[in-house]
């Protein structure tokens, strides 16, 4: 189809319907783009089944043919880039120059694995003793599951997608139900570029809870790698414990974004507003909490009010916007909250908070920020910036690490003494120094404490979908 839009789950290769829908909409337009299948049991059921096969026709492959395949997926996602950016913009709301951005950043993913799927070394080990030969070699973990969220609609499922084919397994996935299409897609091109059958089934449904519960319980499902909130990785990690499966979660973040007053501040400027307001501020490694040394405050907030104020808010298709939709209205009604209890609490705002109807919103700054307040605590996920003043380095960098939570962090610094005790002293996963975008498909992006276990991207991202064996021989 021209426009890669499909309604159906997608099981061993084919589109599997059913007789119940939910309507997938337009978050600018909050219209209906299609009602797409809801799956039910025995379609879980299939694509276990489906899962299980695939793994063992995977089993007889190697991995220069997984490689050449993976290129020609990413030959065909790069081909339809235009089609699948329009898709993402329609089902997600991002603005469209974000949703070309994200083809390019997902696809890459593809890439890369489609090169390390041929780097899956195992060791020889120097024996204890004459009579041993010892080796290990890598294999791949078996039937994986994986459910992502609707931020990245594409980049989160090629990010798990393409190091699972890579490595040789098969792989059950249920995608946001508030961004399936792209997934669908995804999938759809995988078997036009000659995915084994099964090896990259799609699951649409709007009942996470019960698709979950099915793929956690499963015994053949060997692996489950989650992103999304932590309350619901909490949960799919128990739910796990019960069949001892592999987990990769990226969960939740409350990323600090540092500006030291030896920063180059009209760097620091545009990085943060990188690092804030793709996305809309929807990102898991957005800035969240941004400390501005005292000394500079007045500065920094003369340079970055004006930045705010001219972001251009409207439907992701319209030209030169900056900021689309939020996902749905109720993710609005949060931002609100948040903002409504700072104020109360005594933060100050800056910009304008008039409704503008549907689920836009307006980027603001919410300046004196204090620890009092729920929006220092929770993710905004929204367009809203909110500053913290600080006096001293060590004051900064307790509270930089005082939340459960250990992502991304970024800070801006000319000093070169600064850059390394910051860098080691912050408890997060990825740090972005006078960077506010880190993300890339070859390096290793994971959270530490409560934001999660395991890396994707990176020659780390393949090992997580591979076991390793020891050989003892004696000889
Ligand atoms: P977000 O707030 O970003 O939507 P969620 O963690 O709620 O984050 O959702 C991420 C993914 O997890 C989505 O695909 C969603 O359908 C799924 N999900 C939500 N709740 C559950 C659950 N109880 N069990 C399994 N999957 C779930």
């Not at 903002?339 to 705002?349: F, I, N, P, R, W």
Request: charged content about 20%; proline content about 4%.
């Amino acid at each position: 189809m021209s426009n890669l839009i499909f309604s159906d789950s997608f099981i061993n290769g084919e589109f599997y319907k059913t007789d119940t829908h939910f309507s997938v909409n337009d978050p600018a337009t909050e219209k209906s783009i299609v009602d797409v299948s809801d799956i039910d049991e025995r379609g879980v059921s299939l694509a276990i089944s489906a899962g299980q096969g695939a793994f063992v026709k995977l089993k007889a492959t190697n991995a220069t043919e997984r490689s050449e395949t993976l290129m020609r997926w990413y030959e065909l996602v790069i081909k339809h880039k235009q089609t699948l950016a329009e898709l993402m913009t329609k089902e997600q709301g991002k603005p469209l120059k974000e949703s070309l951005g994200e083809i390019d950043y997902g696809a890459g993913f593809i890439k890369w694995f489609a090169e390390e799927a041929k780097r899956s070394y195992g060791d020889v080990i120097p024996p204890t003793d004459n009579t041993h030969r010892l080796t290990s070699f890598k294999q791949p973990v078996g039937v994986v599951a994986g459910i992502t969220p609707w931020n990245f609609p594409v980049a989160m499922v090629t990010r798990k997608i393409a190091p699972a084919y890579a490595a040789g397994c098969s792989f059950i996935l249920k995608p946001s139900e508030h961004t399936p299409l792209c997934a669908i897609a995804l999938a759809y091109l995988a078997d036009q570029a000659g995915f084994v059958k099964g090896a990259f089934n799609v699951l649409v449904s709007q009942d996470a809870k019960t698709v979950g519960k099915m793929l956690t319980d499963s015994e053949i499902v060997r692996k489950f790698t989650f992103t999304g909130s932590t309350g619901v990785g909490k949960q799919l990690l128990s739910q796990c414990a019960s069949t001892i499966k592999r987990t990769s979660m990226e969960l939740g973040g409350n990323a600090p974004f540092i500006i030291f007053d030896s920063a180059e501040l009209d760097e620091a400027v545009e990085g943060l507003m990188a690092a804030k307001f793709r996305n809309s501020g929807q990102a898991c490694v957005a800035a969240n909490r941004i400390f501005i040394q005292r000394n500079i405050l007045d500065k920094v907030l003369s340079k970055i009010t004006p930045k705010v104020a001219a972001l251009k808010v409207a439907n992701g298709f319209e030209d030169d916007v900056d900021i689309g939709p939020l996902i749905y209205p109720k993710a609005k009604e949060k931002v609100q909250q948040l903002v409504q209890d700072a104020l109360d609490k005594g933060a100050t705002l800056i910009g304008d908070n008039s409704d503008l109807g549907g689920s836009f919103q307006n980027p603001l700054i919410v300046n004196n920020v204090t620890t009092e307040m729920d929006i220092y605590h929770e993710e905004v996920f929204g367009p809203v910036l909110t500053v913290i003043p600080f006096d001293e380095e060590s004051e900064v960098l307790a509270l930089a690490n005082d939340v459960p939570f250990g992502l991304a962090a970024y800070f801006y610094s000319q000093n070169i003494k600064q850059i390394y005790r910051i860098s080691e002293g912050l408890e997060f996963g990825m740090i972005g120094v006078n960077e506010g975008v880190i993300s890339n498909p070859v390096a290793p992006f994971g959270g530490v404490k409560q934001s999660g276990l395991g890396r994707e991207g990176g020659h780390q991202g393949l090992d997580e979908y591979l076991e390793e064996k020891y050989v003892c021989i004696k000889v």
